[in-house]
T-cell receptor
Framework: EAGVAQSPRYKIIEKRQSVAFWCNPI?????LYWYQQILGQGPKLLIQ????????DSQLPKDRFSAERLKGVDSTLKIQPAKLEDSAVYLC???????????FGPGTRLLVL | QKEVEQNSGPLSVPEGAIASLNCTYS??????FFWYRQYSGKSPELIMF????GDKEDGRFTAQLNKASQYVSLLIRDSQPSDSATYLC??????????FGTGTKLQVIP
């Protein structure tokens, strides 16, 4: 079974630029999560999708972050414009419907200069 | 705001000893509890989950849950240097809504 795929793995941008991350979950996983993990902290949920609907985006900074999951499969997370404090690892995870065990992708390490 | 608290460590134990990792949570209605291991520069991977009060054993790992005290722990027996990692406690109140703690860094000294 293929795991959760994410790209790019690394990204360096300057502040005020925009960036996009892509995630392809494990086949059959209806639930998809995007997390932000700052160095030394635990993953912080940004947005949770069930199929192509948003379940929870209460911690998503909506003035600069957006996410979509068209067709209920892969997803993109966008930051526009980026700030220095957005430097973090962005993790995508997925799970089967009604199950809570999450499977994480390798993450995208973002550095904002 | 649901909170999951862990001591950030580092927790240092000698090789072969028992490592004890602890986690407390604020939401008394929490139903599911997870321990993830995260190696430096890698993504979290599930070690164990527990739903009921008591102990659950899987190889060298034992998860312990006490809902009355809102406390969950992970014991690692016969600790190995390869166990050195950050251990994340995660708690769910249902509906797949999971909150992660900040993690405890474990160092196993050869």
């Amino acid at each position: 079974e293929a795991g959760v795929a994410q790209s790019p793995r690394y990204k360096i941008i300057e502040k005020r630029q925009s960036v996009a991350f892509w995630c392809n979950p494990i086949s059959g996983h209806a639930t998809l999560y995007w997390y932000q993990q700052i160095l030394g902290q635990g993953p912080k949920l940004l947005i949770q999708f069930q199929n192509n609907g948003v379940v929870d985006d209460s911690q998503l900074p909506k003035d600069r972050f957006s996410a979509e999951r068209l067709k209920g499969v892969d997803s993109t997370l966008k930051i526009q414009p980026a700030k220095l404090e957005d430097s973090a690892v962005y993790l995508c995870a997925s799970s089967y419907p009604l199950e809570e065990t999450q499977y994480f992708g390798p993450g995208t390490r973002l550095l904002v200069l | 705001q649901k909170e999951v608290e862990q001591n950030s460590g580092p927790l240092s134990v000698p090789e072969g000893a028992i490592a004890s990792l602890n986690c407390t949570y604020s939401d008394r209605g929490s139903q599911s509890f997870f321990w993830y291991r995260q190696y430096s520069g890698k993504s979290p991977e599930l070690i164990m989950f527990i739903y009921s009060n008591g102990d659950k054993e899987d190889g060298r790992f034992t998860a312990q849950l006490n809902k009355a005290s809102q406390y969950v722990s992970l014991l690692i027996r016969d600790s190995q240097p390869s166990d050195s990692a950050t251990y994340l406690c995660a708690v769910s109140g249902g509906y797949q809504k999971v909150t992660f703690g900040t993690g405890t860094k474990l160092q196993v000294i050869p």
